[in-house]
């Protein structure tokens, strides 16, 4: 039986860190409790790339590959780890599983291995190992995050094609 006030350690290194796109997914009080524990990085090595006409970014499922993704630690409860999961539509898009995340932080020499929550893709086309690999994401004016359900399908999220003029 699980317990009420479990709370769940998640790694975010995209549209959910501070200062993107989907970050106040994590501070509506209304998708549950969340707070900002450490910055990190994987001890894994990850591809991490952007890609869609959405720009969005995606950690893929292929460990050793790429770089030491960078991101943000957070502690959140049974309901928001549920919203999370729709945001992300797991376990239908994304998968996510447990990996060892290392804090990091300026000045301080105390790093800590935590384990927490990570979302990837499993299945995806060969050509996004192609991409250029990142090791942070960002939302840039250049290359902006577009979140639209009205003219997207689930196939369309491998496409590069260019986004649609809002």
Not at 3 to 10: A, G, M, T, Y
Not at 36 to 51: C, H, M, R, S, Y
Request: hydrophobic share 30%.
């Amino acid at each position: 039986m699980s317990k009420v006030n479990e709370l769940f350690k998640v790694f975010v290194y995209g549209t959910l860190k501070r200062g993107e796109p989907n970050h106040d997914w994590l501070t509506k009080a209304e998708n549950g409790y969340a707070r900002f524990i450490a910055n990190g990085q994987t001890d894994e090595k990850f591809p991490l790339v952007v890609g869609t006409r959405y720009n969005i970014p995606f950690l893929l499922d292929k460990p050793g590959v790429g770089h030491n993704i960078q991101g943000e630690i957070y502690e959140v409860d049974k309901s928001m780890f549920g919203n999370l999961d729709i945001l992300e539509d797991y376990p239908n898009y994304y998968d996510r599983e447990i990996q060892n995340i290392t804090t990091t932080s300026d000045g301080d020499d105390k790093k800590e291995s935590v384990p927490c929550w990570i979302y990837l893709i499993r299945k995806f086309p060969a050509k996004l190992l192609e991409k250029e690999h990142l090791t942070a994401y960002h939302n840039t004016p250049a290359k902006p995050y577009r979140e639209s359900y009205l003219d997207s399908d689930k196939d369309d999220m491998y496409e590069d094609e260019e986004a649609p003029k809002l």
